[in-house]
Each structure stands twice: as C-alpha cells, then as structure tokens.
C-alpha cells in the first residue's frame, strides 16, 4: 500500500502496554508520524524502508527488545532506535547496536529532543559522529546506573572510553561547533 509523500518522519512505537505506546504516538503527533507495534513480534512486521527511527521497549513478553534490535540490523534497518525502557542498563548495552537509550519515565521533552537530534543527522549511513553520540550515550547511561567499581572491571566500558576518546579529536576538526554539540547531546535529561 502506498502512501502520499511525507513530510514529517515516521517514527514506529514499540511497546507491550499499548497505552504506553499510544501514550508517546501522542506526544509525538505534531512533528512525527507513528506507527504502533504493542509487541517484538508485530514491530518486525510493521517495520518497512519508510520508518525512519523506532522508539523501542526492551521488556515485552513476546519477543525482547534486544533480540527485536538484533533482528532489525541483521535485515539491514540502519535508521536510529531509540530504547525507551523502564529496564535498569547493564554492560551488555556496550555491544548493543542501538542509538541512544532512554530509562522511563520519559518526558516529552526528552523524548521530542532525542528524536530530533538523532533524525537531523539525515538519511546518510551512520557517520563517525553517530558512532560517537551512539558511544557517549551508552558511556553517560552507564556512569549513572553502574559504580565506578563495577564499571573498572569492565573492559567493554574501557574500549568504549578509549573509542569515544579517539574520535572526538578528529571530530572536534571536521564538525562545526562539536563540543556544543555534544554539550547539547548531553544536556538532553535522561531519566526524570
């Protein structure tokens, strides 16, 4: 089925409680259009080339939201996936392939800015700037969730410092006003 040319991105909300996924079509009607999935399942039947970022819980009965993740990259989806969980982050998120996590409650705010920063970078495969937001996200989540112990035994955590800390200095040349940027990245509340 064929729809009309778009001129608002298309933004698919996967999440088990259906209130919940509603809830965020909603509070994203004005800039975005949804398509709601209530389940892992489901989101990888809706998914198709025209979504252009998936607002994802990691939780659901059906199918979890990892392995929707996994799935969507294995088919070659590369839009940004944003999770939106109420699931306490772990070091595993280090070798996820998503693009920015959010821990419920979310507010609409964080949610409208979350999208926006990751659908402004265009249609483009993931750059080296993506790569870098995608690592100080995980690196940001983890600093607030885990302790500085927890987080000195994990090497994964180490190589993802040392990645972030690479990148930034060729990124601080090549892109205009990088450390506002990412000042800007960091300032968008995570949790309420």
Same mark, same amino acid.
Do not use: W
């Given at each position: 089925?064929?729809?009309?040319?778009?001129?608002?991105?298309?933004?698919?909300?996967?999440? /088990? $409680?259906?209130?919940?996924?509603?809830?965020y079509?909603?509070?994203?009607?004005?800039?975005? $259009?949804t398509?709601?999935a209530?389940?892992?399942?489901?989101?990888?039947?809706?998914?198709?080339?025209s979504v252009?970022?998936?607002?994802? /819980?990691?939780?659901?009965?059906?199918?979890?939201? /990892?392995?929707?993740?996994?799935?969507?990259?294995?088919?070659?989806?590369?839009?940004?996936?944003?999770?939106?969980?109420?699931?306490?982050?772990?070091?595993?998120?280090?070798?996820?392939?998503?693009?920015?996590?959010?821990?419920?409650?979310i507010?609409?705010?964080?949610?409208?800015?979350?999208?926006?920063?990751?659908?402004?970078?265009?249609?483009?495969?993931k750059?080296?700037?993506?790569t870098?937001?995608?690592?100080?996200?995980k690196?940001?989540?983890l600093e607030?969730?885990?302790t500085?112990?927890?987080?000195?035994?994990? $090497?994964?955590?180490?190589?993802?410092?040392?990645?972030?800390?690479?990148?930034?200095?060729?990124?601080?040349?090549?892109?205009?006003?990088? /450390?506002?940027?990412?000042?800007?990245y960091?300032?968008?509340?995570?949790?309420?």
């Open positions: 089925m064929s729809s009309p040319a778009r001129s608002e991105p298309l933004v698919l909300v996967v999440d /088990d $409680e259906e209130d919940v996924a509603e809830t079509a909603l509070r994203l009607e004005a800039n975005y $259009e398509r709601i209530t389940g892992g399942k489901e989101a990888l039947e809706l998914i198709d080339d252009d970022a998936v607002l994802l /819980d990691r939780r659901m009965p059906d199918m979890h939201g /990892d392995d929707v993740l996994a799935a969507l990259r294995e088919r070659g989806y590369d839009c940004p996936v944003i999770m939106a969980t109420a699931v306490d982050p772990d070091l595993n998120i280090l070798e996820m392939d998503f693009d920015d996590y959010l821990c419920k409650p507010f609409n705010e964080t949610l409208q800015n979350t999208l926006e920063k990751h659908l402004d970078t265009g249609p483009d495969e750059s080296e700037l993506d870098f937001l995608s690592l100080i996200s690196i940001d989540v607030t969730e885990l500085r112990a927890e987080l000195a035994e994990s $090497e994964e955590y180490e190589r993802a410092k040392q990645r972030a800390n690479e990148l930034a200095p060729r990124l601080r040349e090549r892109v205009e006003d990088f /450390d506002e940027l990412v000042a800007t960091r300032d968008i509340e995570r949790e309420s």
